[in-house]
């Protein structure tokens, strides 16, 4: 059986959360590949608003199995507090969430070095999440880091120990005014990791081999978006995994010829948390309606995220590295109201006419080349079918799908399961 992938075109956010539920009841696995707790996913069903971090966003149904892969990394503090958000739902997580042995852990101490890393580049910081994963994938690749099967073994601590004592010399390398209590947050870790190891801890490669080989169904769940990626993404204004589709096949040990379906989620507008070049973003009051009525501040640390109009250049970059197959489009009852819809088709850099990403997207040597489209006043927030969705829509949506050659297979006209029209 196959493995279909999820995952966002831009630069997060694009609502990934909400569709992984809605598509949840197709698969008996959910499994998230990459990135952390620097990730917040928002469901709502039943007027109830909830946020994941690290745990799938198939852990709501009842049938689902959640895997967190070896590619995720695992803040067992974070975890913890997000397991206790669960125990209002009457969740069984002990038989619905396991964890990747291969999985690396985030110590109290990779928060520590995020924070005096960006506060030693001043201005030229990437406005981190500032939840330890890039110093955490920085030990993983170093072959330094803790993974969650060596919890099990009985000197972990002493590896732990020597890990944080060499990452205190390191923050203070950087001589920065970082305030810290390291015992009482060693104290909160220590607790927190015997709640992490309470759960069931797995080799998810081969848990997700022997699934294939009986039938199961099993989504990929990626995390932030393709243009945060690592290698192929705005460097260094990214963060530190591979969100795009080959980092499935890494995280999760899924071979690339397994992979069938690739599923992309953008928002009708464009969206970014954190520092980088952003070539469409607005800075007038167009961007602040989008910020306002897309209530567009960040799921994780509440920054308000920065607005623009979608821009093809980038979108088709990332159908591009991802193989995507179907697009699904979020947010588009937020662009109801303006007059004029704009979509960024190509960029005039350095005097030309360009149709792909620079290697260097300086904002001085580039402006977006917009195609206009009429605007709709219809509210979508109450639509439920295609048939209703206003004219003007309809053409926005199908100019993206021939520029793209990819079909928009699901609208979202809001945040509730209940507001996905189907196409
Ligand atoms: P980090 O991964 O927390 O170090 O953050 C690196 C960059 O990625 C920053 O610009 C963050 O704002 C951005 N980022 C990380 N995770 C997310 C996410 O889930 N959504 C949107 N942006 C994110």
């Given at each position: 059986m196959a493995v279909d992938l999820l995952l966002g075109?831009?630069?997060?956010?694009?609502?990934k959360g909400k569709i992984v539920d809605v598509l949840?009841?197709?698969?008996d696995i959910i499994a998230r590949f990459q990135g952390g707790p620097n990730a917040g996913h928002t469901l709502e069903f039943d007027g109830i608003k909830h946020v994941l971090r690290t745990?799938?966003?198939?852990?709501?149904?009842?049938?689902s199995i959640n895997v967190i892969g070896n590619g995720v990394v695992i803040d067992p503090v974070v975890f913890a507090k997000e397991l206790e958000g669960l125990d209002q739902f009457d969740i069984d997580y002990k038989k619905k969430l396991i964890i990747s042995r291969k999985a690396h852990v985030i110590l109290p101490t990779h928060r520590l070095l995020d924070a005096a890393s960006e506060a030693s580049?001043?201005?030229?910081?990437?406005?981190?999440?500032?939840?330890?994963i890039g110093p955490t994938y920085m030990d993983k690749t170093g072959r330094n880091g803790i993974r969650v099967?060596?919890?099990?073994?009985?000197d972990w601590k002493d590896k732990y120990r020597a890990l944080a004592d060499k990452h205190e010399a390191m923050i203070a390398f950087y001589d920065v005014d970082i305030q810290y209590d390291l015992k009482e947050l060693e104290e909160e870790f220590f607790k927190s990791v015997e709640v992490l190891k309470t759960l069931q801890f797995i080799d998810s490669e081969e848990y997700l081999y022997k699934a294939q080989q009986e039938g199961k169904t099993i989504l990929a769940e990626g995390a932030q978006g393709s243009l945060l990626d690592?290698?192929?993404?705005t460097y260094p204004f990214v963060?530190?995994?591979?969100?795009?589709?080959?980092g499935a096949c890494t995280g999760?040990?899924?071979?690339?010829?397994?992979?069938k379906e690739v599923f992309g989620i953008f928002k009708a507008y464009t969206t970014r948390v954190g520092s980088g070049p952003f070539p469409?973003?607005?800075?007038d009051e167009v961007g602040a309606e989008m910020a306002k009525v897309g209530h567009e501040?960040?799921?994780?640390?509440g920054r308000p995220r920065r607005c623009g109009w979608l821009d093809l250049v980038a979108l088709k970059y990332a159908c591009q590295v991802n193989g995507v197959t179907q697009l699904m489009m979020m947010k588009?009852?937020?662009?109801?109201?303006?007059?004029t819809i704009k979509v960024c088709t190509a960029y005039k850099y350095k005097g030309e006419e360009i149709t792909h990403l620079p290697y260097n997207i300086e904002p001085e040597n580039l402006t977006p080349v917009y195609t206009e489209y009429k605007g709709w006043t219809e509210?979508?927030?109450?639509?439920?079918?295609?048939?209703?969705?206003?004219q003007n829509l309809l053409e926005y949506i199908d100019f993206i799908e021939k520029e793209t050659?990819?079909?928009?297979?699901i609208v979202s006209v809001?945040?509730?399961?209940?507001?996905t029209i189907l196409r």
């Amino acid at each position: 059986m196959a493995v279909d992938l999820l995952l966002g075109l831009q630069w997060g956010d694009e609502g990934k959360g909400k569709i992984v539920d809605v598509l949840t009841k197709n698969y008996d696995i959910i499994a998230r590949f990459q990135g952390g707790p620097n990730a917040g996913h928002t469901l709502e069903f039943d007027g109830i608003k909830h946020v994941l971090r690290t745990i799938p966003s198939g852990i709501f149904h009842d049938k689902s199995i959640n895997v967190i892969g070896n590619g995720v990394v695992i803040d067992p503090v974070v975890f913890a507090k997000e397991l206790e958000g669960l125990d209002q739902f009457d969740i069984d997580y002990k038989k619905k969430l396991i964890i990747s042995r291969k999985a690396h852990v985030i110590l109290p101490t990779h928060r520590l070095l995020d924070a005096a890393s960006e506060a030693s580049k001043g201005k030229a910081k990437i406005g981190s999440t500032l939840k330890g994963i890039g110093p955490t994938y920085m030990d993983k690749t170093g072959r330094n880091g803790i993974r969650v099967g060596d919890l099990e073994l009985s000197d972990w601590k002493d590896k732990y120990r020597a890990l944080a004592d060499k990452h205190e010399a390191m923050i203070a390398f950087y001589d920065v005014d970082i305030q810290y209590d390291l015992k009482e947050l060693e104290e909160e870790f220590f607790k927190s990791v015997e709640v992490l190891k309470t759960l069931q801890f797995i080799d998810s490669e081969e848990y997700l081999y022997k699934a294939q080989q009986e039938g199961k169904t099993i989504l990929a769940e990626g995390a932030q978006g393709s243009l945060l990626d690592i290698d192929f993404g705005t460097y260094p204004f990214v963060t530190s995994s591979n969100t795009t589709a080959a980092g499935a096949c890494t995280g999760l040990g899924v071979a690339p010829n397994k992979i069938k379906e690739v599923f992309g989620i953008f928002k009708a507008y464009t969206t970014r948390v954190g520092s980088g070049p952003f070539p469409t973003e607005l800075f007038d009051e167009v961007g602040a309606e989008m910020a306002k009525v897309g209530h567009e501040f960040g799921a994780v640390t509440g920054r308000p995220r920065r607005c623009g109009w979608l821009d093809l250049v980038a979108l088709k970059y990332a159908c591009q590295v991802n193989g995507v197959t179907q697009l699904m489009m979020m947010k588009g009852d937020v662009l109801s109201g303006f007059d004029t819809i704009k979509v960024c088709t190509a960029y005039k850099y350095k005097g030309e006419e360009i149709t792909h990403l620079p290697y260097n997207i300086e904002p001085e040597n580039l402006t977006p080349v917009y195609t206009e489209y009429k605007g709709w006043t219809e509210d979508l927030t109450k639509m439920t079918t295609k048939e209703e969705l206003p004219q003007n829509l309809l053409e926005y949506i199908d100019f993206i799908e021939k520029e793209t050659g990819i079909p928009i297979k699901i609208v979202s006209v809001g945040p509730d399961r209940k507001q996905t029209i189907l196409r």
